[in-house]
């Protein structure tokens, strides 16, 4: 299990277990479709990555419960675009 889960702090940071739930799900979804990790960590468990951004305060739930990347380019840890009307 990761550690940091089993603190508060990480609990604390994003607001409760509900919300830090979503956010891990939310994020996971995105990287699994292709999104790029926010943070360098040496890891090929994604779930470490995902909490390593929170951590670091890359990721955020914003209020309608969308995960929101801090800094300028948002578009850095999203999935990316597929054009599907090419199929």
């Known amino acids: 299990m990761i550690d940091a ?3 508060e702090q990480i609990v604390n940071k994003v607001g409760g277990r509900f919300k830090l739930s979503t ?3 939310k994020r996971l979804a995105a990287i699994n479709a ?3 990790p926010l943070v360098d960590f040496q ?4 779930m470490e990555i995902v909490v390593q951004e929170i951590l670091q305060d ?4 914003d209020a309608s ?3 929101k990347i801090t800094g300028e380019d ?3 840890g999203a999935p ?3 054009d599907l009307s090419s199929l």
């Open 23 to 25: 956010l891990i799900q």
């Open 5 to 7: 889960l089993k603190e």
């Open 80 to 82: 990316p675009e597929l």
């Open 65 to 67: 419960s969308q995960v």
């Open 34 to 36: 292709g999104a790029r």
């Open 43 to 46: 890891s090929k468990d994604k």
């Open 74 to 76: 948002a578009t850095i």
């Open 58 to 61: 890359k990721i955020y739930l």
